[in-house]
């Protein structure tokens, strides 16, 4: 069973994302042979510094070595370093639908919000996101729920290589987190917490401070009423038994029981501590790490060394069913 995510290179990563990406990634090592991919290339299609880009790749980089990815036991890649990803995005367009491409939501969503250009590259992203996933012929994709179009864009164009050129690439799954996925903005628990869409207070980072992610605790938007149960009229306190709850461990009603007689300001406070104790050693790992450039660079070579293993041969097959490339 193959593995493959992709993780765009921004530089604060949430507790969203954590609980319900990261973590999944680092169980992917224990699950089957896992590729992860810090997609640099996905950055270019919106406004981005390049002076940044690459100084975010090693933030990610730094961050999921810090969550526990292993080198070893993964493969851990840029995705600029695999110019068969590249070659293969090209490749796999002719057989994406132009009607599809222009009803992608992101698309829409990121066309609007920019200022200047909207790049034929912000276009393409899915293409190249199924470029990603097809060129390592990946069985199972772990990502939110708001990668669904994208994942179906992906089985389409598989499929129809398949019916076009001859049976080639393998049709992937979408596997959705069960826990994490709705972890929810502190001061607006009506919306998923964000980096780019949320309220600032409202959204816990990985690499926030201690004293910091006790204040946005204990800001945090609670509901009428006074206990601590999971209901729907109650988004608030919902949230935060779902936050301790994923960073202990345990159930839903093991909180609701454990809390049934504390108040909202004592209940906040423990689950601040639960995410400070949480995050405290991803925390000191990452400062380690992210120290050395140069043993980032070198990790980041080791797995596009392995990637591209994987990916020439399946590159070769793909040419030869289309006819392009030399004759092998
Ligand atoms: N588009 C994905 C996101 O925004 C990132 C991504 C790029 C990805 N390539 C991928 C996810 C391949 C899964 C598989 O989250």
Not at 184 to 208: A, C, I, R, Y
């Amino acid at each position: 069973m193959r593995i493959f995510s992709g993780i765009q290179p921004t530089g604060s990563k949430h507790l969203g994302n954590y609980i319900g990406a990261i973590t999944q990634y680092v169980a992917g090592q224990e699950r089957g042979e896992a590729i992860y991919a810090i997609v640099d290339l996905h950055a270019t299609t919106v406004a981005y510094e390049s002076a940044d880009l690459r100084e975010k790749t090693y933030d990610t980089l730094a961050l999921l070595l810090a969550a526990g990815l292993d080198p070893d036991r993964c493969i851990l890649f840029r995705q600029s370093d695999v110019p068969q990803n590249s070659e293969l995005t090209w490749l796999l367009c002719s057989v994406t639908s132009f009607g599809d491409l222009n009803r992608m939501h992101q698309f829409k969503e990121k066309a609007a919000a920019q200022r200047e250009l909207v790049s034929a590259g912000l276009f393409f992203y899915p293409v190249l996101q199924a470029a990603d996933v097809l060129a390592y012929r990946a069985n199972e994709v772990p990502v939110g729920d708001d990668q669904r179009q994208h994942i179906e864009l992906m089985r389409d164009i598989a499929e129809r290589f398949n019916a076009r050129f001859g049976e080639t690439l393998v049709v992937p799954e979408h596997r959705i987190p069960e826990v994490g996925a709705r972890i929810m903005d502190l001061q607006n628990p009506e919306s998923k917490m964000s980096t780019t869409g949320g309220s600032e207070q409202g959204t816990v980072l990985v690499l926030d401070e201690p004293a910091k992610i006790m204040k946005k605790f204990r800001s945090a938007v609670t509901d009428s009423g006074e206990e601590i149960v999971r209901a729907p009229d109650k988004p608030g306190i919902s949230n935060l038994i779902e936050i301790l709850a994923a960073v202990r461990g345990v159930s839903f009603a093991d909180i609701e029981k454990e809390f049934a007689d504390a108040r909202y300001g004592e209940f906040k406070s423990a689950v601040a501590d639960g995410v400070i104790d949480y995050l405290a050693p991803v925390r000191e790992r990452y400062s380690e790490i992210r120290a050395d450039d140069k043993g980032l660079e070198a990790t980041l070579a080791r797995g596009a060394q392995k990637a591209r293993e994987i990916a020439a041969p399946v590159l070769a097959d793909v040419q030869r069913a289309m006819g392009v490339g030399p004759l092998r």
